[in-house]
């Protein structure tokens, strides 16, 4: 499986998430900083966790508009799977690869500690190594995680199966105490209609290593491996 | 020509930012303070003339960039 890593300014987890990649193909990723319009062609593009932009105007906002997006967008509607983390999903959101948006954390907080989150489906390039209704416990690290779309979109997402993973308590209830930032619904994570492209705020990129508290995040980049290659 | 750009959360969509401005005030003692709604305020100068033009631009602008519309409303203004 050939990556690309985006990397915008005021990124910060495109090493993070390289590593991850690295750690279950044996290669390194190719990374493509945002001002690039055109790179090699890969069977994966992330867009990885940070503060693009410095977070001006609104998250993801700026970076949603530059050059290397353009390209991005033009590869996922040719089916090219995209894998969007954190500031990732806000700027995937913003740039109408994925519904719904990411509003300020509802308590108004920065939160940085684990969650759990269910596994919604393993019907997807990116869940296959899961079992629906599974729960794992990787990192979020985010102020603007707070996922809002309207009902109808809601509805649509739940009726076609697109949302990917939700915040729920350890022992897989989803209820609000399990819900790190207020999200609509407990959503962590939602694919688009083709589900190749999927966004969540929490870092399973930061979960494949027992040294950093658990491995739950491993599997997700184990399954892109064996769909993608 | 300079345009003034609101940009505000709609209705039904929390805004938890104007929440707690809401609360400090009572807080403050502003007790005839209700709810609170924040939102943008941002200033551009345009090189046009024509205002039904820049109208147009200013409507383009707010869609692409200057807000979000699953969650925001925008309003435009036109000034000298």
Not at chain 1, 145 to 160: Q, S
Request: proline fraction near 4%; charge should be neutral; hydrophobic fraction near 40%.
């Amino acid at each position: 499986m050939k990556a690309a890593v985006l990397v915008f300014p005021g990124s910060n987890r495109e090493g993070d998430v390289a590593q991850a990649i690295e750690l279950v193909t044996g290669r390194k990723p190719q990374m493509v900083w945002h001002g690039d319009g055109d790179f090699e062609k890969t069977d994966l593009i992330v867009v990885p966790g940070g503060f693009s932009y410095g977070d001006y105007l609104r998250c993801g906002a700026m970076a949603a508009q530059s050059p290397v997006m353009a390209e991005v967008k033009k590869r996922a509607g040719q089916g090219v799977p995209v894998l969007a983390i954190c500031n990732g999903f806000q700027i995937v959101t913003e740039a109408g690869l994925l519904p719904g948006t990411l509003m300020r954390n509802a308590h108004l907080k920065f939160v940085c500690s684990d969650v759990h989150l269910k596994v919604e489906t393993s019907q997807s390039l990116f869940t296959n190594r899961y079992q629906a209704g599974q729960v794992i416990r990787v990192p979020v690290a985010h102020a603007e995680g707070n996922y809002f779309a309207d009902d109808d979109t809601l509805k649509r997402l739940e009726d076609r199966g697109q949302i990917a993973f939700r915040y729920c308590a350890p022992d897989g209830t989803v209820n609000g105490s399990g819900n790190p930032n207020g999200s609509i619904r407990n959503i962590a994570g939602v694919f688009n209609e083709t589900k190749t492209v999927m966004g969540l705020m929490p870092h399973p990129e930061n979960a494949v290593e027992p040294m950093f508290g658990g491995c739950d995040g491993k599997a997700l980049f184990e399954g892109l491996v064996e769909a993608l290659t | 020509m300079k345009a003034r750009v609101h940009v505000t959360l709609k209705n039904g969509v929390l805004d938890p930012q104007g929440k707690a401005i809401g609360h400090s005030l009572n807080r403050l003692g502003f007790a005839e303070v209700g709810d609170v709604r924040q939102g943008k305020f941002i200033e551009l100068e345009l090189a046009e003339t024509d205002k039904a033009k820049a109208k147009a631009r200013l409507d383009e602008m707010c869609r692409k960039l200057l807000a979000n519309t699953v969650i925001e409303n925008y309003s435009i203004e036109l000034v000298g």
